[in-house]
């Protein structure tokens, strides 16, 4: 564990991550599943926020950088700094830009370069790896 209580990559064993999540937030966060498009509420999410990691709370993105990418997953144009790597995923017979959290490790989806300015990045998230924490009074 981290000084703030918060999961660091490695310090849950498999049974403590089952105990945390839900069995779809494990199946997407640690085995790197995919839920199903436009099944997840934060779709529609329009508040003033923060989106975190749901297995560690890491700040992941500011609101300010959601956007309706019609792919049927809550997209992003960018991070917070430092919040998410990426590392290669060859899965299904593609080549992809896999994108976890930084501290955690845990799956979040993935990055394509056909996003909106000033990034031109596209940072399809699973909803079942996220949790929205809005701002006070919105």
Known sequence: ???EGKPEAGSLTEVEW???LTQEQFCVLREHGTERAGTSPLNDEKRSG??????????LYPSTTKYESGSGWPSFWAPFEGAVESSTDQSFFMTRTEVHCSRCKGHLGHVFPDGPQPTGLRYCMNGLALRFESEKGA
């Open 18 to 20: 089952r105990e945390r």
């Open 1 to 3: 564990m981290s000084v």
């Open 50 to 59: 923060v989106f975190v990691c749901a297995g560690c709370g890491q700040k």
